[in-house]
């Protein structure tokens, strides 16, 4: 068993794996930063790509066009890195519309990575270095990633992840506010899955911000036992049904 979990490890620290590692730790650092200078740098991740994304593929494109073959070979079947690549980037862009307002720094590493990903494998494939013709075994490799895009779409166009999670995640969230209200204590930190930032008593509830969500003004989730309301003028709030409510801050602007 040791054996085969060094072979395992030793496996992933291969080139072929090192473009999912570098998306899954940044996945990782997007969710687990606090909110900051840090964490905006991967709100800001598209307009710097954007400047860069030209001269890269140019770059791409002479240093292969240098090293191939004419004519150009044919494609081979999309590797397990390709294909862990498009799953991570699947999975951060239903993530970052999972939480109220959207989280930008996770739909920007998502969208990149599913835009970038195409190009990047498309110049690998044109290297001598990519592999022998055919590439992994299973022609059922060319439909995975066309499949995970299209679930992808689906989910975050024809139902709301949001609201979805957020009804996975009620009835962990009302025994936290039912104890933050008896204690009139609400401490930051995990709550069912919810990085829960910010979190005040107002009008006989307790309302709190999640991590990384909202662009210009603080984004998340309010509860107001029965026999309370909401205030007026602090926020707006849209009524999820007993007692919760969206809640988002004031426009800053």
């Known amino acids: 068993m040791i054996t085969n979990g060094t ?36 709100t800001l991740l598209p307009l710097f790509m954007i400047a860069l994304i030209f001269p890269l593929l140019l770059i791409g494109v002479v240093v292969v066009g240098a090293t191939v ?8 079947r999309p590797g397990t890195s390709a294909l862990l690549g ?10 970052g519309m999972s939480v109220p307002g959207q989280d930008l720094a996770l739909l920007s590493v998502g969208v990149l ?7 990047a494998w498309l110049l690998w494939q044109q290297w001598p270095v990519a592999g022998p013709a055919g ?3 299973g022609r059922w490799r060319w439909a995975v990633a066309p ?3 299209a679930a992808t779409a689906l989910t975050v166009t024809q139902t709301d992840p949001a609201e979805a999670r957020f009804a996975l995640a009620r009835p962990a969230l009302t025994d936290w506010a039912d104890h933050a209200l008896a204690t009139g204590t609400a401490d930051r930190g995990w709550v069912a899955g919810y990085r829960v930032i910010g979190t005040e008593f107002v009008g006989g509830g ?17 509860y107001f036992p029965p026999g309370t309301t909401p205030p007026a003028k602090k926020g707006h709030y849209i009524p999820m049904g007993d007692g919760w ?3 988002e801050e004031n426009d800053r602007f």
């Open 206 to 222: 307790v309302k709190f911000a999640i991590g990384g969500s909202g662009t210009f003004a603080a984004h998340g989730y309010a």
């Open 7 to 42: 072979a395992a490890l030793r496996r992933l620290t291969f080139p072929g794996f090192r473009g999912p590692i570098l998306v899954a730790a940044m996945l990782t650092a997007v969710v687990a930063l606090p909110d900051g200078r840090l964490r905006n740098q991967f």
């Open 69 to 76: 073959s004419w004519p150009l070979t044919r494609l081979r």
């Open 245 to 247: 409510y969206d809640w």
């Open 147 to 149: 499949l995970l895009v």
């Open 113 to 119: 990575t599913l835009i970038g990903l195409p190009f």
């Open 86 to 95: 498009v799953a991570l980037g699947c999975a951060a862009v239903v993530l």
């Open 135 to 137: 590439g992994p075994a």
